[in-house]
């Protein structure tokens, strides 16, 4: 498996934002589904070896995560309107309230409160990594799961990238910095070139 996680630092953890104007009312949750779409879709379908989490730390009803699994899901479109309104209507569930960790909303999407220590629970045992500028070069790191595991979590941030606290809570659960190239570019760019690095690797 292959685990995405983009934390929003303002992003909405509620459905109150305009699909009409999108980066002005939603923390900029349209960066975190462009991530959505580098991570699961290709031209033909879907990856059903990919997961995406959305780390949602902004608004009144934050922190929460969006789990989006490619193994599960249907109907996952490739536009934004289409993946900001599968979002609003997941995050206006109440499915979550009271529950403790992911509770599913529809079949491959899940809600669940908390951030990022949700996720580390779920996707404990997989090799963590973290996306950064200053990391070691993707392509020179061999193997890149412990014992050759093939069950990869790979950690970014939005155009705010990470704060301290996170940074240092990923450092604490022995996330690996790497870096995808000497110049910096848009976070759904990343994942699509680690999900291009991971494919080759697989041809091999």
Do not use: C, Q, W
């Not at 949700?118 to 070691?136: C, K, M, Q, R, S």
């Not at 910095?177 to 699509?192: F, K, Q």
């Amino acid at each position: 498996m292959r685990r995405f996680v983009i934390i929003g630092r303002k992003a909405s953890a509620s459905e109150e934002f305009f699909l009409d104007d999108l980066p002005s009312t939603s923390g900029r949750l349209d960066i975190l589904l462009r991530g959505v779409r580098a991570a699961l879709l290709t031209s033909h379908g879907l990856r059903r070896d990919a997961m995406v989490y959305l780390v949602l730390l902004g608004g009144p009803r934050a922190p929460r995560v969006l789990r989006i699994r490619g193994d599960a899901a249907k109907f996952i479109r490739p536009d934004e309107r289409s993946l900001a309104t599968l979002a609003k209507k997941t995050l206006a569930s109440r499915a979550d309230e009271g529950a403790s960790g992911f509770v599913d909303v529809k079949p491959g999407i899940a809600i669940a409160r908390g951030g990022l220590e949700e996720v580390l629970t779920d996707a404990a045992g997989a090799a963590l990594f973290l996306l950064d500028e200053g990391g070691e070069d993707l392509r020179k790191v061999e193997p890149l799961g412990d014992g050759g595991s093939t069950d990869l979590a790979f950690f970014l941030g939005d155009h705010g990238g990470f704060d301290a606290e996170t940074r240092a809570r990923l450092d604490a659960a022995g996330a690996r910095p790497v870096s995808i190239g000497p110049v910096a570019v848009h976070a759904d760019d990343v994942v699509a070139i680690v999900s291009n690095e991971l494919d080759r690797r697989g041809a091999r």
